[in-house]
């Protein structure tokens, strides 16, 4: 069972429609979580960390973490095209190291 | 947020060479750093983790003979690709962090990445 895992895409939404993104992970003493967003050739962006469970909001970003099911999502609300991206989920465990998941490739159609 | 400038942003070299790449954190102490691996089309690959001052933590199935990381200040560290061969073309990135126990929970800041090609 890897690390941390994400359905890989792609996800293809219209434009304005809501993109949901979902993470799963094993280690149940993971304390951070983390969404990052990747364009091709490029280093990751942070978009959203959350470190409690329930909803965190930030503009159109909104994370969900439910610890019990072991479970982190992102959705991303009035979806446009420079949203297009590869969407990485990383969580931190108690060493310290922040592991990502495959990523999502997300397309956001005009 | 916190800026780390990885340097170059690409380099090509050949085959049997060394290229060493440097990570520093301009506007932050960074006790640790962590180094990636990207390979097309997929995730970040932890490499290594390393704390300033001492030697780095390698996963597992990273050689590291081949990929020596130095973190010798609070804001440089360098990786060394030793006789690069073209399966270690790739694109790499370092991040950092603050000390947490001193000044709180926060994510790694990236590097721009370096794209490394072997010939």
């Known amino acids: 069972q890897k690390e941390v895992e994400q359905n890989s895409g792609p996800l293809s939404v219209p434009e304005g429609a809501i993109a949901s993104l979902n993470c799963t992970y094993s280690?149940?003493?993971?304390?951070?979580f983390f969404w990052y967003r990747q364009y091709s050739g490029k280093s990751p962006e942070l978009i959203m960390f959350?470190?409690?469970?329930g909803d965190k909001e930030d503009g159109r970003f909104t994370a969900q973490l439910n610890k019990a099911s072991q479970y982190v999502s992102l959705l991303i609300r009035d979806s446009q095209p420079s949203d297009s991206a590869t969407y990485l989920c990383?969580?931190?465990?108690?060493?310290?190291?922040?592991?990502f998941g495959q990523g999502t490739e997300l397309s956001v159609k005009p | 947020g916190a800026v780390v400038s990885q340097h170059p942003s690409r380099v090509i070299c050949k085959s049997g060479t060394s290229v060493k790449i440097e990570c520093r954190s301009l506007?932050?102490?960074?006790?640790?750093m962590f180094w990636y691996r990207q390979f097309p089309k997929q995730s970040l690959m932890l490499m290594a983790t390393?704390?300033?001052?001492?030697?780095?933590?390698?996963e597992q199935g990273v050689e590291k003979d081949k990929f020596l990381i130095n973190h010798a200040s609070l804001t440089l560290s360098t990786l060394t690709v030793t006789s690069a061969h073209p399966e270690d073309s790739s694109f790499y990135i370092c991040?950092?962090?603050?000390?947490?126990?001193?000044?709180?929970?926060?994510?790694?800041?990236f590097g721009q990445g370096t794209r490394l090609t072997v010939v």
């Open positions: 959350i470190y409690s469970n």
């Open positions: 506007d932050f102490q960074a006790t640790t």
């Open positions: 390393s704390n300033e001052g001492s030697k780095a933590t390698y």
């Open positions: 991040s950092a962090r603050w000390d947490r126990v001193k000044w709180g929970n926060t994510e790694a800041f």
């Open positions: 280690d149940r003493g993971s304390q951070s």
């Open positions: 990383a969580v931190s465990n108690q060493g310290g190291k922040l592991i």
